[in-house]
């Protein structure tokens, strides 16, 4: 059996090594001239290894630390060096402890914080008291908001998932989100939920997060390498502007194969799929924001902001910046050498908040204006770089597991979608879908996203 997966990312790397693994014959094409999609790394001030998009995955999540083995990467890979987090909410605020994606699970550890208001502290310790009210739908904001009120929502829980998703969660659902679907499920208060999952969870020890020492572009070579010896042949700078039916078969371009994989963003795959038009009008459907990492090395790092990761800045307090990550504290690694000056990775833009239309001195002014002041530091890059992701978060609305199932009706036989548009970002979720995919090829089973 014949098979061509399009898109080079993580996804696409994933399906064509899987299904090679499995016997089949397969053929990669990527548009542009590299691989990776969202993982790239480069060096930047004097350091060989500086990521420009992605610089993790989660460990818990056993995907991607599966594939770093399996490709070879297993002795390499690092973890961040403790450090913590904060909130700039007029100042720094350290996040406070026995949170779940943001989500308050121990009052009295709220209770200690400034990030919240006095009026915030309380109305959020009744939370445990309030009765359920109805069903508050789809979206992680009508459920926070609801049950914690606007400061926990606004200041925790949107500042972290939104962070992560490049989101506006008060527009994003909460079935996309697992670990905040399962406190909502597990009865009517969400902390009292969290707090019992909290005390039933396995005793972990060890790294939340891992990379590559050599950054995550490492992890999507190495799945390229293994992928080429494995049999795959892998086109770079061949793009596809049509996949088509031939009889039970596929064709692309002019090339039949019995298998399609589409491991490309939803509104990039929606015109490619005409010939099944539901399955493009859904996927044509599908929103996605847009964000810019500015990075930059500076000298003189304050001491007062040693031993921090990062932070991040709540949505009303918001400009452009939406946070900033203190590299050189969190990878050990960056700071080999006896180097003293500081890399930070800037995130600016979101859903809601776009950024595409900046040119980049624009952008590094802005980061730096913005995280000088975050500081009260006068900020004196010594190096900068611009990385533009547009379109690169896809939205979660509301109702979206609804949308996935409506694609797996349409999707014909022989023709799969896969990758962040549908079951989850982030590179273990993206390998979990991929290995999914390539599983269900190989039981001969129809086009699905979900299993």
């Known amino acids: ?72 990467l297993g002795e390499d890979l690092t973890s961040p060096a403790a450090a913590s987090a904060a909130v700039w909410w007029d100042r720094l605020h350290d996040l406070p402890a026995g949170l779940a994606l943001g989500v308050p699970t121990e009052a009295a ?48 829980v949107d500042a972290l998932v939104g962070s992560i998703y490049g989101a506006d969660t008060d527009r994003f659902s909460l079935a996309m989100v697992p670990q905040l679907a399962a406190l909502a499920e597990g009865g009517r208060s969400l902390m009292l939920s969290g707090r ?8 972990t020890t060890g790294p939340i997060f891992a990379a590559p020492i050599a950054g995550m572009g490492a992890l999507a070579a190495a799945t390229a390498d293994a992928a080429r010896a494995a049999g795959v042949t892998i086109r770079m700078s061949t793009g596809v502007a049509a996949v088509e039916p031939d009889g039970p078969r596929w064709r692309v371009d002019g090339d039949v194969a019995d298998v399609v994989v589409l491991a490309t963003p939803a509104r990039t795959t929606a015109p490619l799929v005409a010939a099944a038009p539901e399955a493009s009008r859904l996927l044509g459907a599908m929103e996605h924001s847009s964000v810019v990492i500015v990075t930059i090395a500076v000298d003189g790092w304050p001491a007062r902001l040693r031993g921090r990761s990062g932070y991040l800045v709540p949505k009303p307090v918001q400009r452009t910046v939406t946070a900033a990550s203190f590299g050189s504290q969190k990878w050990a690694h960056w700071a080999d050498g006896g180097r003293d000056d500081e890399v930070l990775r800037i995130s600016l833009g979101r859903d809601g908040l776009p950024v595409d239309h900046l040119d980049d001195d624009t952008l590094v002014d802005r980061a730096v204006t913005e995280v000088g002041r975050h500081l009260s530091f006068d900020f004196q890059p010594t190096a900068v770089r611009v990385s533009r992701w547009p379109a690169a978060f896809p939205q979660y609305r509301p109702g979206h597991r609804a949308w996935l199932a409506a694609i797996d009706a349409a999707l014909p036989t022989g023709l799969f979608v896969t990758g962040a548009s549908y079951d989850g970002i982030g590179v273990p979720a993206c390998v979990a879908q991929a290995t999914a995919t390539a599983a269900r090829i190989q039981r001969r089973e129809p086009g699905r996203l979900v299993p």
């Open 1 to 72: 059996m014949t098979s061509i997966v399009v898109g080079g990312g993580i996804s696409g790397l994933t399906t064509a090594l899987a299904l090679a693994e499995g016997g089949l014959d397969v053929e990669l094409r990527e548009a542009s001239p590299r691989l990776g999609g969202a993982l790239l790394t480069s060096p930047f001030a004097g350091r060989p290894a500086v990521d420009e998009g992605a610089d993790a995955f989660l460990v818990r999540v056993p995907h991607a630390v599966e594939l770093a083995r399996r490709v070879g």
């Open 109 to 156: 550890k709220l209770a200690t914080s400034r990030l919240l208001s006095v009026r915030g502290r309380a109305r959020a310790a009744l939370e445990p008291l309030l009765p359920r009210r109805g069903n508050p739908g789809d979206s992680i904001g009508a459920l926070v908001r609801a049950r914690f009120g606007h400061e926990v929502h606004e200041r925790l």
């Open 196 to 203: 019992a999952l909290r005390a039933t969870a396995p005793t």
